[in-house]
């Protein structure tokens, strides 16, 4: 069973910073890619940023305010947002891509449960 935990989202002032996580776990996993995405109330998803073994990619208009990393022995997933903004308030997201157990294909994806990020003016 793999499950995605997040944590670190909360409320903020504009122009504060938040660092959320995202943990993996489950037996024998192998992870590739991962992903954070956001969602705001009366929109579509969308994707942040992922990182993979070459390193971190961003949405272009998200780039610069938000750094996105990753603990290999930790299974873990941080997305450090600064700057930020009231329109940035969302739930925010991280995906684990192709996971698959004892590296052996085919491999799933799986979303954590969201954590919400309300940035006050």
């Known amino acids: 069973q793999v499950q995605l935990v997040e944590s670190g989202g909360g409320l903020v002032q504009a122009g504060g910073s938040l660092r959320l996580s995202c943990a993996v776990s489950?037996?024998?996993?192998?992870?590739?890619?991962m992903g954070w995405y956001r969602q705001a109330p009366g929109k579509e998803r969308e994707l942040i940023g992922v990182?993979?073994?070459?390193?971190?990619y961003y949405a272009e208009s998200l780039k610069g305010r938000f750094t996105i990393t990753r603990d290999n022995a930790k299974n873990t997933a941080y997305l450090q947002m600064n700057s930020l903004k009231p329109e940035d308030t969302a739930v925010y997201y991280c995906?684990?891509?192709?996971?698959?157990?004892?590296?052996?294909?085919?491999?799933?994806?799986?979303w954590g449960q969201g954590t919400q990020v309300t940035v006050s003016s």
């Open positions: 995906k684990a891509e192709d996971v698959q157990i004892m590296c052996v294909p085919p491999g799933r994806d799986y």
């Open positions: 489950g037996d024998s996993i192998c992870l590739s890619t």
């Open positions: 990182i993979i073994n070459g390193g971190p």
